[in-house]
């Protein structure tokens, strides 16, 4: 991803010695002192710095930086995280913050090219292919994974898919029998480490400061996961998906209104904290730019852990500007994104297992399929396969 910092600088306030720019290396001090390594190039255009962070393939945009004095706030352009701290012209140090969830991430950053993690030893291994994983967090609900990934010598890339998603660009190296890997997308802040052998990993996994679960995972080129059509339903008794929801004007909106009725529609249930619904989002956007159909319509559900309506609003509104979402993006819950929570809005389903979950419902208000989590560009053929099923499906909808 690549973030886009712009800055905006007073005579009164600009510090003389501005960052210098090139390319820089930056760490969030995650658990057990272990450190989350992520590059990024810092250029100026005019009066507006442009920063540039790198997971693998991936580059994100975001567009606010403000400077005053020694001190320096980096604001993600979509998500509510944002980088406090003091700079000089080679040196940031500061906090990766959350407010709404009170979590505070040591981070520091330095100027002048270097890896993303340093090796001390040739690679042993090369993990190359697919692993069947297990993740056991701390509550001890362990919970399955595939890992997909591709090694050049030392240097690895990849992801690993759940039942819910994928943990999106994840870049590292195998240094001897170690395996190291991170991504910094502005809302999650991902570090794996792992023994590897011939046939096994067995190692840690770090989210932020906060979490930690421990993973292990055997080589298994035939491994899939679950379909994800089968995991999220329509319980007994309930013959449609229904609602009634608030959009920005304070407006209920419901499948009942007259906009709704006769034409195949796409429910999103989402959050604008999550990546993987961003990407679902902007690949919604783009289809619908591509497909411009009055038959389709798509409707998003937002369950947002912003503590106040106004807050989750601002968050709705913001990802709706960058992305050019012009569908409705609903306030479903604030204050938390807890999936039980959630459940309990949306009754009908069985659970709500995953941020996004996506309902297929046809003409006649009849769910067609529902499709939990979402794979993302980081799962390569996998992304391909889904959005051909997903036109595909949408195509035979629309012709009914």
Not at 202 to 225: C, M, Q, W
């Given at each position: 991803m690549v973030f886009v910092f712009i800055g905006f600088f007073g005579c009164e306030t600009v510090k003389k010695d501005q960052l210098k720019q090139g390319s820089w290396l930056a760490h969030l001090e995650v658990m057990d002192g272990e450190?989350?390594?992520?590059?990024?190039?810092?250029?100026?255009?005019?009066?507006?710095?442009?920063?540039?962070?790198?997971?693998?393939?991936?580059?994100?945009?975001?567009?606010?930086?403000?400077?005053?004095?020694?001190?320096?706030?980096?604001?993600m352009s979509v998500f509510e995280g944002y980088i406090a701290g003091t700079y000089t012209q080679e040196s940031v140090e500061g906090s990766y913050i959350k407010e709404s969830l009170d979590r505070v991430v040591p981070f520091k950053a330095a100027y002048g090219a270097a890896p993303r993690f340093t090796s001390a030893h040739?690679?042993?291994?090369?993990?190359?292919?697919?692993?069947?994983?297990?993740?056991i967090p701390d509550d001890d609900d362990p919970y399955i994974a595939k890992g997909i990934f591709?090694?050049?010598?030392?240097?690895?890339?990849?992801?690993?898919?759940?039942?819910?998603?994928?943990?999106?660009?994840?870049?590292?190296?195998?240094?001897?029998?170690?395996?190291?890997?991170?991504?910094?997308?502005?809302?999650?802040?991902?570090?794996?480490?792992?023994?590897?052998?011939?046939?096994?990993?067995?190692?840690?996994?770090?989210?932020?400061?906060?979490?930690?679960?421990?993973?292990?995972?055997?080589?298994?080129?035939?491994?899939?996961?679950?379909?994800?059509?089968?995991?999220?339903?329509?319980?007994?008794?309930?013959?449609t998906f229904e609602f009634s929801f608030p959009n920005e004007a304070g407006e209920l909106i419901s499948l009942g209104d007259p906009e709704f009725q006769g034409k195949a529609t796409v429910v999103q249930i989402m959050g604008t904290w999550c990546p993987n619904c961003l990407d679902e989002s902007k690949f919604l956007v783009d289809y619908l730019k591509k497909n411009n159909n009055p038959n389709l319509k798509v409707i998003a559900l937002a369950f947002?852990?912003?503590?106040?309506?106004?807050?989750?609003?601002?968050?709705?509104q913001r990802l709706k500007d960058r992305l050019g979402v012009e569908y409705p993006v609903l306030l479903a819950q604030y204050g938390t994104s807890n999936k039980s929570k959630a459940n309990e809005k949306l009754p009908m389903l069985n659970h709500v297992l995953s941020y996004p979950t996506t309902i297929f419902i046809d003409k006649k208000g009849k769910v067609r399929k529902i499709h939990t989590g979402f794979n993302g560009p980081a799962t390569g053929d996998k992304y391909l396969e889904f959005k051909l099923e997903f036109d595909t499906f949408i195509k035979e909808l629309l012709d009914e």
């Open positions: 450190k989350l390594p992520f590059n990024f190039n810092l250029s100026k255009v005019d009066e507006s710095f442009v920063m540039e962070v790198y997971n693998a393939d991936e580059v994100i945009t975001i567009n606010d930086i403000e400077i005053k004095q020694d001190s320096i706030y980096i604001r040739p690679g042993t291994q090369d993990i190359s292919g697919i692993w069947e994983t297990e993740f591709t090694q050049n010598k030392q240097l690895v890339k990849g992801t690993f898919r759940t039942t819910t998603g994928d943990y999106r660009y994840l870049e590292g190296i195998v240094d001897g029998d170690s395996l190291k890997l991170s991504t910094f997308d502005g809302a999650h802040a991902f570090l794996f480490t792992a023994r590897v052998t011939d046939s096994t990993l067995n190692g840690a996994f770090y989210s932020g400061n906060h979490s930690k679960e421990i993973f292990t995972a055997v080589r298994n080129e035939d491994f899939e996961l679950p379909d994800e059509t089968t995991l999220t339903y329509l319980k007994d008794g309930y013959d947002e852990y912003a503590r106040t309506k106004e807050g989750a609003f601002k968050g709705i």
